[in-house]
């Protein structure tokens, strides 16, 4: 098994959360298109459990998302807005500074939080 860095070792999707983000759901090239049903796939046999961040659920409930994305994602178990502790805040900081290296912060805020909430609840080291 390949090591993490810090000494981690890699875990099995099966074993733990793994994260979706809402483009998933309505994919329009190849290969994404391919991978995105197989993930889905795994979910629908119960070999993989997928979340949705509640910044997710967010976007779903936006009035231009298609119904058959809204249907699918409402099959699946979301977090929720949590109050976060002051190592998180910088965690999550952390991550949307990188997300955003020149570009708008505001644009890269929820994919900032998706990202931090599949390392906190998806079990991955972070």
Same mark, same amino acid.
Do not use: C
């Given at each position: 098994?390949?090591?993490?860095?810090?000494?981690?070792?890699?875990?099995h999707p099966s074993r733990t959360n793994s994260f979706l983000d809402t483009c998933a759901?309505?994919?329009?090239y190849a290969p994404e298109?391919?991978? %995105?049903?197989?993930?889905? *796939?795994?979910h629908d046999k119960a070999i993989v459990q997928?979340?949705?961040?509640?910044? =997710?659920?967010?976007?779903?409930e936006h009035p231009n998302t298609p119904n058959r994305?809204?249907?699918?994602?409402?099959?699946?178990?979301f977090t929720i807005? %949590?109050?976060?502790?002051? *190592?998180?805040?910088t965690q999550q900081a952390r991550i949307h500074s990188v997300l955003t290296? =020149?570009?708008?912060?505001?644009?890269y805020r929820a994919d900032a939080t998706h990202v931090f909430e599949a390392g906190k609840y998806g079990g991955y080291p972070r």
């Open positions: 098994m390949k090591r993490y860095k810090e000494g981690y070792g890699y875990i759901f309505d994919p329009k298109d391919q991978v %995105a049903q197989t993930i889905l *796939d795994l997928l979340l949705l961040s509640h910044t =997710n659920q967010k976007e779903i994305v809204k249907q699918r994602a409402s099959e699946m178990i807005d %949590a109050p976060l502790n002051i *190592d998180e805040v290296g =020149n570009g708008n912060p505001e644009k």
